[in-house]
């Protein structure tokens, strides 16, 4: 078996999607502990910012008629879709950016909406089906009855990416109020920061567990 994660976040320490998506993990290799994790960090390495637009003009040409940047940019997406695609299950770890998500995500899902194996229009999904699990951050609080209610638009633009383009087997792990601790305006929220922080923590390795014994039923 073998799991994909994705980090996404520009820190590497303090990090809360990477420390959930860390539990996660955890919980996948207790019970796959021989199995490999392949990894990609858009956060430490970026894909290049002129990769989309190379891969999707060049798609639209003979191989022949395209540059050496864009034929470098559509193997970059095949690339990606792969290694999604070979994966068994997969985590995907998101914060939220000044309400979105970051150039670094977007870029990421733009290049596997560009692969032949993930451009839309087909029949199928390779996807369909696979457990993907996503782990989002919110700085702040986004809920309902919140000031900023509806200011989220990273976790409804996945959900449709992963559930509705993609078809697979979306379970979210989220977080809020992650900024309490260093923000002084959210002081009386820590309190119940640090209680959401435990229960994305639990929420993860319960998502961990059942991906893994999903898969290990099914093989």
């Known amino acids: 078996m073998t799991l994909f994660r994705l980090d996404s976040?520009?820190?590497?320490?303090?990090?809360?999607?990477?420390?959930?998506?860390?539990?996660?993990?955890r919980a996948w290799t207790d019970h796959h502990p021989d199995d490999a994790v392949l990894?990609?960090?858009?956060?430490?390495?970026?894909?290049?910012?002129?990769?989309?637009?190379n891969?999707?003009?060049?798609?639209?040409?003979?191989?022949?008629?395209?540059?050496?940047e864009q034929r470098a940019a559509l193997a970059l997406a095949v690339e990606l879709a792969d290694e999604l695609i070979s994966a068994d299950a997969a985590v995907i770890a998101v914060p939220l950016y000044n309400f979105g998500i970051s150039q670094h995500v977007k870029a990421w899902i733009d290049l596997l909406l560009t692969s032949p194996q993930l451009r839309p229009g087909g029949d199928s999904s390779p996807l369909a089906g696979h457990p993907v699990?996503?782990?989002?951050?919110?700085g702040g609080g986004y809920g309902a009855g919140t000031p900023r209610e509806g200011w989220d638009h990273a976790t409804p633009y996945l959900r449709r990416i992963f559930e509705d383009v993609f078809h697979v087997d979306l379970t979210v792990v989220e977080c809020e109020l992650t900024l309490a601790d260093v923000n002084p305006a959210m002081a009386e929220l820590r309190e119940t920061a640090?209680?959401?922080?435990?229960?994305?923590?639990?929420?993860?390795?319960?998502?961990?567990?059942a991906m893994a014994q999903r898969l290990s039923s099914a093989a």
């Open 194 to 209: 640090a209680a959401l922080r435990v229960r994305a923590h639990e929420r993860a390795v319960e998502t961990g567990r």
């Open 9 to 25: 976040s520009i820190r590497r320490e303090g990090s809360v999607t990477r420390e959930v998506a860390d539990s996660l993990e």
């Open 55 to 68: 891969a999707a003009t060049a798609q639209h040409l003979p191989e022949d008629q395209q540059t050496p």
């Open 39 to 53: 990894r990609r960090d858009l956060g430490a390495d970026p894909l290049p910012s002129d990769a989309w637009p």
């Open 133 to 138: 699990s996503l782990v989002i951050a919110r």
